[in-house]
């Protein structure tokens, strides 16, 4: 079972002690080997940090957890986490800790008073769970390889009043690289992505269905992607890649669909419609159907009349 308190880790110094590495060379930032992580322990363990981590990971032989979804590393994956997030790993007693690639730890700090600050703040894969990462050609990965050792290179000169503006350059250059190729994944997983998409419309449907409106309420993003085990900004990115839509829009849609059937086929009030679709008030009912039908419920009841 896992400690239910995680350790909280303040600063890249603290997280270098408890990895039990040597000291980082700057304070607010550092690029980490994963062969040089040694520490190890039986117990499983939950992590939080005070900032931001870039892993790029391959043949990690431990049990990572992002919440209940377990996830194995068999190729280059790239994992993006922001501060406060919640990391679980158990390592495996039976086996010598194996595992490659570069882990990059930045504080908020070090970017303050540059673009980059709130820059980094629209990168939604930052949210993303531990089975969102991003899975990396060959090509793919040799250019975020290159990127990394750029800013290793940087890091482990000697520091002066420009190291800084040249890092912020190349993790910019990292994160803009990473937006490309998580469009790219989008793109080329539509198999699983399709899937996805089924199983959202099958658990919209079910939301609806007699006697399982939960709360009286329009279901939230959040709901669904907590039901498919998906970040709620992934699940939105995967529907608009496929649909058009946000994930928000998709769901009007669907409860609009609804709202046309039972004014077009039963005799209940508008009133009784909007507390059967999940609407606390008409009047958020009628402004709704009005913005994505032109019409008011009443006024498309009687055009079947």
Partial sequence: MLNPKPYAIKSITEYHKVMDLPKPEHPLISIIKFEDIKWNQASPINITNDFYSIALKKDFNAKLKYGQQEYDFDEGILHFMSPKQVLSFEFRTDEELNHKGWLLLVHPDFLWNTPLSKKIKEYEYFDYKINE???????????????????????????????????????????????????????????????????????????????????????TVRYFANELNLSANYLSRLLKNLTGQST??????????????????????VSEIAHELGFEHIQSFSKLFKSKTNFTPSEFRLSFN
């Fill in 133 to 219: 990462a991003l899975h990396l050609s060959d090509k793919e990965e040799k250019m975020i390889i290159g990127v990394i050792q750029s800013i290793a290179q940087e890091y482990q000169s000697n520091i002066d009043h420009l190291s800084q503006d040249v890092i912020i350059a190349q993790l910019a250059l990292l994160l803009t690289y990473s937006e490309r190729f998580y469009q790219r994944q989008f793109t080329t997983r539509k198999i699983t992505n399709h899937t996805i998409l089924n199983q959202f419309e099958e658990l919209l449907s079910a939301y609806y269905s007699k006697g399982n409106l939960i709360e009286n309420t329009i279901p």
């Fill in 248 to 269: 928000k829009h998709f769901i009007q849609d669907k409860v609009i669909e609804l709202a046309k059937e039972r004014l077009s086929t039963t005799d209940l009030s």
